[in-house]
Each structure stands twice: as C-alpha cells, then as structure tokens.
C-alpha cells in the first residue's frame, strides 16, 4: 500500500512540475479504477439505456478534468476530489443527451407524491397494488412505469445527501456555529431520512443498505439477492420515491 501511495505522490510532484502529457496518462491509468467503480455504480439509473463503456468514456473526461485542476498542496485527498468530478461528468453527458422525455420527469414526480400521499394515509408502506389502485392503473402497469421512470432518477439519494450534508454534517465547527439553524436542520433532515429507511419494505431496505452503505454495485446486489439486475433497479426506483417523497416537505433546505 505505501508503496502505491509513494507512486502517486511522485507522479503528483512530477506533473505539478512539468505539466507532462506523459505523466499525466500515467495519472489517468493510476486512478481509472474510480472510474469504472463509479460508472459501476450509476449504472442501476441507466440499464440497458446506457452502455457501461460509454459511461466508462464520460467519466475519463471528469478524470481528465480533476488531474488538470487539481492543487496537490491543498491537503484535499484526490480520490474524493476525482469522484464528484467524475460523477458530475457522467450525469451532465447523459443530460445532454436529452433521451429522458420532459413527460418521464413528470410521471417522475407524480408517483413521488402519490407514494407520500398513500404512506401518509396508511402510516406505513404501501404495497404495489395500494399505489396502482390510487393511480387507477394495474400492479404490472404500475412495474412498468417505476422501470420507465428510473430513467429520469438523474439526482439519486447519494447525491442528495452529498449536495446537503455537506453543508451541514461536514462541515468545520466553526461554519456550524455561524449557521446553528442550519446544521440543526440537516441534522433533523438526516435522523428523518435514517427513520424513512428503517421503515421500508424490506427487499427496498436491502437494496439500499447495500447499494449506499456497503458500496455495491448494482451486479453485486443482483447476486446476493438472487434476482435480475432490472428486479434490483425497480427495487431501488421505489425506494428512493418513497424516501424522497418523505423528505418532500424539506425541500426548501436545498435552496438555501
């Protein structure tokens, strides 16, 4: 491991240096695993959609982008760094492609507010057949569209909580304590969301116990589970309807 580390440091000192063309393809070879094991990871929003390559292709462009920018003498590790990079340039190229119909996004949005309007109504989870009957539409009509609408899941719960906690949970205690009011609202938002989780179905609660906590990708938890990658998209799809729609009423935090 050190001797990994070693090699990355000299490489780092040798293109802050030199700005050589040479070392920085050797930087980009070094740190390609995070590539792949990111594009691995978004690949649950895409399916079949998206070729794994092309998100592979999308994400060496954020690669490319986080070696040229980044300052080795700021102490910030390049890993973490690399990894909001490189995920910003898969989700923007897809975005660009503009294959997720303005109608998908709102079919989106839609089944987000009946889930929270059902729940609220039960007090607890609802089954498929409760969610098809509020929508006036069959349980198979009903998997078809979660698996329609996974598509359009651009801002996933990962990111949510990294666009939020990190101004909120990690942030220094200095900048805490000029936004107390903050802070504690994050730290609300946080204990509803650990809440909203406990209480899913308990497939739902595997795959995102598995996919956010354990860091699996999306074949993986297909193994586990024993069942088809597109069983565990679906899975996933109502999960993160159900949670999002919980946290709906906290939405204005994200415009702050």
């Known amino acids: 491991m050190s001797s990994t580390i070693n090699k990355q440091l000299e490489l780092w000192r040798q293109y802050t240096d030199t700005k050589n063309p040479a070392i920085k393809e050797k930087l980009i070879i070094e740190y390609s695993n995070i590539v792949k094991y990111i594009a691995g990871r978004l690949s649950i929003y895409f399916g079949s959609n998206v ?13 490319i982008d986080a070696i040229e920018k980044f300052d080795i003498n700021k102490g910030v590790k390049f890993e973490t760094y690399a990894s909001l990079r490189i995920r910003g340039s ?88 000029e936004k107390p009011e903050g802070y504690l609202e994050m730290t609300e938002l946080r204990e509803i969301l650990v809440d909203a989780i406990s209480k899913l179905p308990e497939k739902e609660k595997t795959v995102v116990s598995l996919y956010y906590f354990e860091d699996l990708t999306l074949k993986e938890i ?3 589970m024993k069942v088809s990658e597109s069983r565990i998209s679906q899975l996933h799809t109502k999960a993160i309807l159900r949670l999002r729609g919980k946290l709906a009423r906290h939405r204005s935090i994200l415009s702050e």
């Open 222 to 224: 297909s193994a586990i």
């Open 51 to 63: 070729e794994y390559d092309d998100l592979i292709g999308y994400g060496i462009f954020g690669l």
């Open 90 to 177: 898969i989700i923007d190229s897809i975005r660009e492609l503009d294959w997720v119909p303005r109608s998908l996004r709102q079919k989106n949005k839609e089944l987000e507010k009946v889930y929270a309007e059902v729940e609220n109504e039960l007090g607890r989870s609802a089954s498929d057949k409760e969610v098809a009957d509020k929508l006036g539409i069959s349980v198979n009509e009903l998997n078809k569209l979660l698996s329609e609408v996974n598509l359009s899941s651009m801002i996933s719960l990962e990111e949510f909580l990294e666009q939020n906690y990190e101004i909120g949970v990690t942030t220094s205690p200095e900048s805490r304590e």
